[in-house]
C-alpha cells in the first residue's frame, strides 16, 4: 500500500507541477475559441466547465483504467511506474496539448492536425487509420457490454441491436442533448466507485506487493506455463487508457469544441487524464489484492472466483464490487462495465463522423448528410461484430490489434505535437522523449506479437531498437533542416 500512497501523491503533484509547465509551454491566451466563432447548435457548443470535464473523462476512460490496470497488475508492481510516469509525461501531456492544438485549429480532428504538421500522405493513411480504430473502439465496447446483459437476460443479438440503436441517436443528435446531460452522470458513477474503492483500501489497508521487493515479471513467476507476455513492450499495451491512448487525441478535439477558454484546458484536458491515471491506481492496487495478496490472494476469499489468476477483468470488477461495496457496488460495477463502454463507444463514433466530415467538406446540420457518412461506418462495425462472434477467439483477437493501433496512433499524435513544438521555438523535448518511447514499445511489439511478425524475441528486440535508432536520426535531420528553415 505505500507503493500506492506514493504514486497518488506522484500523479496529483504531477498535475499541479508538470501539468502547470506543460501549460505555460503551450501559453493559452484570451483568443476567441471555436466553440464561440463556429457555433452551430450541434457540435460547436459552449458548455459549462465542469461538465466538460467530465464528459471529458467519460469520454477518454470508459472501462479502460479498470481493464487495462488490471489486467496490467499481473504483471505486478511495475505497472504502478507506468501509471505514474506515463500519465504524466506521456498521457496527459498528449492529450492537453491535442486538445489546445484543435483549439487553435477552428477545433481540427486528429488527422487533419497530423496532415498539417506531418504531410499529405501522412495525413490520408492517419485518416483510414483513424477511422479504422474508432470503428473497432465502437464495435469491442457493443460485444462486452451485450455480453454481461445477456447474463441478466435476453439474447446477446438484441442487446447489440439496442445498443446500437442507442449509438445512431447518440451519434446523430446534437452534443448536448445526450452526450451532455447523461454523460455526467455517468462519469460521476464511476468517479464514486473508484473513490468507495480508495476508501476501502484505506480502511483496510490490505496488504499487496511493494515495488522495491517485487520489481519483477510476477505474473511469469505465478503462471510460468501459460504467462508468456514480457513486461516490455507488452505492459505498455495493456494499460494504455491509465497512462497513454492514441483513442483519447480523437476525443480532445470533441471538447475543444465546447470550451469557452483557452485557459480551461489544463484542468479539462490534463487534469481528466490525471484523473483516469488515479482510477488507474487504484485498480490496479485492488487487482494486485485479488492476485497477490497476502497471506492469501483475494480470489481465494471472495465466493464465485473460481478462475484464480485467470479471473477476465469485468469479472474481477463484479466479484470486488459485490464483495466490498455490497448491493451499491453491484449497481456501480453495472453502470462501470456495462454503461461506460457504451458511452465510449458512441463517442468515438461521433468522432468518426465528424473526422470523415471534415474530410469530405460536409456540412453536419441537415440529418441526410449525418446519415450519409454514419450508415456505411455502422455497416463495416456491424460486419465485424458478426466476425467476432462467429469466432471462437474473435474478441480476443480484435481487441489485441485495437490496443496495439491505440497505441499506434499515440506515436502519430506525439510526433504531430513534437513538430509544432518545434516550429514554434517552444521546449519540444516534452512529446519527443514520449514519442521516442512509443516509437519503440509499438514497433517492438509488432515484430514479437503473435498476431504480427512473431519473430525470436532477441531479434524481435534488435529490429525495435533499430527503430528507435532510425527515429533519433530521422528527427535529427529533419530538425537540423527545419532550424535552418525558422532561421
Known amino acids: 500500500m505505500i507503493t500506492f500512497l506514493v504514486s497518488l501523491v506522484a500523479l496529483v503533484l504531477g498535475y499541479l507541477l508538470y501539468g502547470r509547465f506543460v501549460e505555460r509551454v503551450f501559453a493559452p491566451d484570451d483568443r476567441v475559441t471555436p466553440a464561440v466563432a463556429k457555433a452551430d447548435g450541434l457540435d460547436y457548443i459552449v458548455l459549462p466547465n465542469w461538465k466538460i470535464f467530465m464528459i471529458q473523462f467519460l469520454n477518454i476512460a470508459g472501462t479502460g483504467p479498470i481493464f487495462g490496470a488490471i489486467m496490467g497488475a499481473k504483471f505486478g508492481p511495475v505497472a504502478y511506474l507506468w501509471i505514474v510516469f506515463g500519465c504524466i509525461f506521456a498521457g496527459a501531456t498528449h492529450d492537453y496539448l491535442s486538445g489546445m492544438l484543435s483549439m487553435r485549429h477552428d477545433g481540427a480532428g486528429l488527422p487533419q492536425l497530423i496532415g498539417h504538421y506531418l504531410g499529405k500522405t501522412t495525413k490520408s493513411v492517419m485518416l483510414v487509420f483513424t477511422v479504422l480504430l474508432l470503428i473497432?473502439?465502437?464495435?469491442?465496447?457493443?460485444?462486452?457490454?451485450?455480453?454481461?446483459?445477456?447474463?441478466?437476460?435476453?439474447?446477446?443479438?438484441?442487446?447489440?441491436?439496442?445498443?446500437?440503436?442507442?449509438?445512431?441517436?447518440?451519434?446523430?443528435?446534437?452534443?448536448?442533448?445526450?452526450?451532455?446531460?447523461?454523460?455526467?452522470?455517468?462519469?460521476?458513477?464511476?468517479?464514486?466507485?473508484?473513490?468507495?474503492?480508495?476508501?476501502?483500501?484505506?480502511?483496510?489497508?490490505?496488504?499487496?506487493?511493494?515495488?522495491?521487493?517485487?520489481?519483477?515479471?510476477?505474473?511469469?513467476?505465478?503462471?510460468?506455463?501459460?504467462?508468456?507476455?514480457?513486461?516490455?513492450?507488452?505492459?505498455?499495451?495493456?494499460?494504455?487508457?491509465?497512462?497513454?491512448?492514441?483513442?483519447?487525441?480523437?476525443?480532445?478535439?470533441?471538447?475543444?469544441?465546447?470550451?469557452?477558454?483557452?485557459?480551461?484546458?489544463?484542468?479539462?484536458?490534463?487534469?481528466?487524464?490525471?484523473?483516469?491515471?488515479?482510477?488507474?491506481?487504484?485498480?490496479?492496487?485492488?487487482?494486485?489484492?485479488?492476485?497477490?495478496?497476502?497471506?492469501?490472494?483475494?480470489?481465494?476469499?471472495?465466493?464465485?472466483?473460481?478462475?484464480?489468476?485467470?479471473?477476465?477483468?469485468?469479472?474481477?470488477?463484479?466479484?470486488?464490487?459485490?464483495?466490498?461495496?455490497?448491493?451499491?457496488?453491484?449497481?456501480?460495477?453495472?453502470?462501470?462495465?456495462?454503461?461506460?463502454?457504451?458511452?465510449?463507444?458512441?463517442?468515438?463514433?461521433?468522432?468518426?463522423?465528424?473526422?470523415?466530415?471534415?474530410?469530405?467538406?460536409?456540412?453536419?446540420?441537415?440529418?441526410?448528410?449525418?446519415?450519409?457518412?454514419?450508415?456505411?461506418?455502422?455497416?463495416?462495425?456491424?460486419?465485424?461484430?458478426?466476425?467476432?462472434?462467429?469466432?471462437?477467439?474473435?474478441f480476443n483477437t480484435i481487441w489485441q490489434y485495437f490496443g496495439w493501433s491505440n497505441q499506434a496512433l499515440s506515436v502519430f499524435t506525439l510526433w504531430t505535437l513534437t513538430v509544432y513544438l518545434v516550429r514554434h521555438k517552444k521546449p519540444f523535448w516534452i512529446t519527443l522523449i514520449p514519442a521516442l518511447f512509443m516509437t519503440t514499445v509499438c514497433s517492438t511489439f509488432l515484430f514479437i506479437s503473435k498476431q504480427a511478425f512473431y519473430l525470436p524475441e532477441p531479434l524481435g528486440y534488435s529490429l525495435g531498437g533499430a527503430c528507435l535508432l532510425v527515429a533519433i536520426i530521422w528527427f535529427a535531420c529533419w530538425y537540423k533542416k527545419e532550424t535552418k528553415k525558422i532561421q
Open 136 to 394: 473497432m473502439v465502437g464495435t469491442v465496447f457493443v460485444y462486452s457490454p451485450a455480453e454481461i446483459l445477456h447474463s441478466i437476460g435476453g439474447e446477446t443479438m438484441m442487446w447489440v441491436i439496442i445498443i446500437f440503436c442507442y449509438y445512431i441517436i447518440a451519434t446523430m443528435l446534437p452534443i448536448d442533448k445526450i452526450i451532455g446531460k447523461v454523460y455526467p452522470l455517468f462519469a460521476f458513477s464511476l468517479l464514486f466507485m473508484a473513490g468507495a474503492l480508495m476508501i476501502w483500501l484505506f480502511l483496510h489497508w490490505p496488504t499487496v506487493p511493494e515495488l522495491w521487493t517485487n520489481f519483477y515479471n510476477m505474473g511469469a513467476a505465478t503462471e510460468p506455463d501459460t504467462w508468456k507476455d514480457n513486461i516490455f513492450p507488452a505492459l505498455f499495451i495493456t494499460i494504455a487508457c491509465g497512462a497513454i491512448s492514441g483513442f483519447h487525441g480523437t476525443q480532445s478535439p470533441l471538447m475543444a469544441r465546447c470550451v469557452k477558454s483557452e485557459k480551461m484546458g489544463r484542468p479539462i484536458f490534463y487534469g481528466a487524464m490525471i484523473t483516469e491515471g488515479i482510477v488507474a491506481l487504484i485498480w490496479a492496487t485492488v487487482a494486485s489484492w485479488f492476485f497477490y495478496g497476502d497471506p492469501a490472494p483475494g480470489y481465494t476469499l471472495i465466493a464465485n472466483a473460481t478462475a484464480g489468476f485467470h479471473t477476465s477483468a469485468p469479472a474481477v470488477v463484479n466479484l470486488v464490487c459485490n464483495d466490498w461495496l455490497g448491493v451499491a457496488g453491484a449497481v456501480l460495477a453495472m453502470l462501470g462495465v456495462v454503461a461506460a463502454p457504451i458511452t465510449s463507444g458512441d463517442t468515438a463514433f461521433r468522432s468518426g463522423r465528424l473526422i470523415v466530415a471534415e474530410w469530405l467538406k460536409l456540412d453536419q446540420r441537415p440529418i441526410a448528410k449525418r446519415l450519409m457518412i454514419c450508415i456505411p461506418m455502422f455497416i463495416c462495425s456491424i460486419a465485424m461484430l458478426v466476425w467476432q462472434i462467429e469466432n471462437p477467439d474473435g
